[in-house]
């Protein structure tokens, strides 16, 4: 069993950067790839990035590419999602999810409650 729970979320102009973190509890943290969802208002959620259990291999969806980056620390037992570059598009809500991978919720067992992210033009 893990819990998750994301931090960092908040408001920021276009252009700017936020951090978001997600701490799990439970000793198997380092057996489980993780991945990063949103959702916006009356939209599906929609994945993000993930990362292997090594922490290589990180995968995104293309509208992030090159402005978002997934990590993570095992040793902490939390992952991370550093946003640069924010467009107002990338208003949501943001959850991290722990489980076997890939880019579906499918993959993923183990959520957490979510951090809202708002970016003003």
């Known amino acids: 069993q893990v819990q998750l729970v994301e931090s960092g979320g908040g408001l920021v102009q276009a252009g700017g950067s936020l951090r978001l973190s997600c701490a799990a509890s439970?000793?198997?943290?380092?057996?489980?790839?993780m991945g990063w969802f949103r959702q916006a208002p009356g939209k599906e959620r929609e994945f993000v990035a993930a990362?292997?259990?090594?922490?290589?291999?990180?995968i995104y969806k293309d509208s992030v590419k090159g402005r978002f980056t997934i990590s993570r620390d095992n040793a902490k037992r939390t992952i991370y999602l550093q946003m640069n570059s924010l467009k107002p598009e990338d208003t949501a809500v943001y959850y991290c999810a722990g489980g076997s991978g890939g880019i579906t919720s499918y993959g993923y067992d183990y959520w957490g409650q979510g951090t809202q992210v708002t970016v003003s033009s």
């Open positions: 990362i292997t259990r090594s922490g290589g291999s990180p």
């Open positions: 439970g000793r198997t943290f380092s057996s489980y790839a």
